[in-house]
């Protein structure tokens, strides 16, 4: 999968258990997301487990369900929560039982690791698993092989396992709360995933995302986001990271009520006002922040966007150069002839005259492209939808 191509991905159907609206979509748009994504292309394949490491709400179980679907297995992928599960029945969720093997125990019951035959076993928050589980956990990943509850006959199991965890295993180890033998087994292929505030550019795309999401939910007109707005939400922290953003998203369509979402509609956690977060100084490197707003328009291409760059870029040139022709080209990298050709071809210098043909900045066709674009870039944004 090429990571020029879309940066949305949007998983649908083929899973166990029923996907939230956070668990569809993980963006590639930022530099860092990108080497991300070209790292899941190549570990995916192999067999290896996988341990993921991230704060919470960073996207761990989607970047799960990616390397399930990069990596060609036909089984299901299957997600387990280890802290939602009691140390009692642990052992019987995992590794299943048999009719009578304790009390309650009814009927015959597979477990977790049967039910992902030929697929992906996810166990979230690896650190939460009892001690005892967590040797029966070593035992089937050397042997490939379970044994339920109540029977001494082994199952053997095709499972690929994919771990997560917030917290410092290696602190973990050393506490005496996770086995290190574990730990190694477990570590073979690492990936850790950066918090949302070192990935600026994906916050935009997940935030229109979740607008569009929960804009047709709610069965209203779905809104743009203000340039205000946008700022708010590149320079805010993100502590929840994308659960967090999901939730702002949310709330600030059941406030707006015009075509745009204003600053004052981010509702952010801590007490942190949108009009001083949108006021900050940026950091941002020029560069970077020209290639933002080149994604924003990608969202929405139109057959008329590397004219409309191109004339952007040498009438800035030309006016920051006060018309001289030397300095604009000098600006440019190019010589002056090639510089007057790009004037008249862009309409920017009279044939007649030799003069400057002074533009209204508030009416150019890329400033129209880019209203177009907050309004047309949830519908347009493309997806990878799985097989």
């Known amino acids: 999968m090429s990571t020029e191509q879309p940066t949305l991905l949007s998983l649908q159907g083929g899973e166990v258990q029923p996907l939230s609206i956070r668990a569809k979509a993980l963006v590639f748009a930022d530099p860092a997301s990108r080497q991300l994504l070209q790292y899941l292309e190549r570990l995916a394949p192999s067999e290896a487990p996988v ?20 990596s060609g297995r036909k089984g299901p992928f299957v997600a387990v929560n280890c802290g939602a599960i009691s140390e009692q029945l642990a052992e019987s969720e995992l590794f299943g039982h048999e009719s009578g093997a304790f009390t309650g125990a009814v009927g015959r019951r597979e477990g977790w690791f049967e039910a992902a035959h030929g697929g992906t076993l996810f166990l979230d928050e690896i650190g939460d698993l009892p001690l005892p589980l967590q040797v029966k956990l070593l035992r089937v990943l050397q042997e490939r092989e379970v044994v339920r509850i109540g ?7 095709d499972v690929r396992l994919v771990a997560a ?14 086995r290190l033998d574990l730990l190694y087994r477990l ?23 979740f607008i569009g999401v929960y804009g047709q939910r709610l069965g209203v007109q779905i809104p743009a986001l203000s340039e205000a707005a946008c700022q708010a939400l590149i320079r805010y922290p993100w502590p929840g990271n994308i659960r967090e953003l999901e939730n702002v998203m949310h709330f600030a369509l059941l406030v707006s009520s015009g075509e745009t979402i204003q600053p004052e509609h981010l509702k952010f956690s801590g007490g942190l006002s949108p009009s001083i977060s949108a006021a900050a100084p940026s950091d941002e490197a020029p560069l970077t922040a020209i290639a933002r707003q080149l994604d924003r328009l990608f969202a929405a291409p139109g057959e008329t ?3 409309d760059l191109e004339n952007l870029l040498v009438e800035r040139a030309y006016k920051h150069s006060r018309y001289n022709q030397v300095r ?11 510089l007057r050709t790009l004037l008249k071809r862009h309409g920017l210098l009279s044939d007649s005259t030799a003069a400057p043909v002074t533009a209204n900045p508030n009416s150019t066709t890329l400033q129209a492209r880019d209203n177009r674009t907050w309004n047309t870039a949830n519908s347009a944004l493309p997806t990878w939808k799985s097989a």
């Open 328 to 338: 604009a080209a000098e600006l440019l990298g190019i010589t002056r002839n090639v």
């Open 305 to 307: 966007l590397f004219d």
């Open 165 to 178: 965890t917030n917290i410092d295993l290696d602190q973990a180890v050393s506490a005496g709360h996770f």
């Open 187 to 209: 570590n073979i292929a690492q990936v850790r995933l950066p918090p949302l505030r070192e990935r600026t550019g994906d916050i935009l795309p997940l935030a229109e995302y």
């Open 51 to 70: 341990l993921i490491i991230g704060e919470t709400g960073t996207g761990k179980e989607l970047v799960a369900r990616h390397v399930h679907h990069l």
């Open 151 to 157: 029977s001494r006959k082994p199952i053997p199991v």
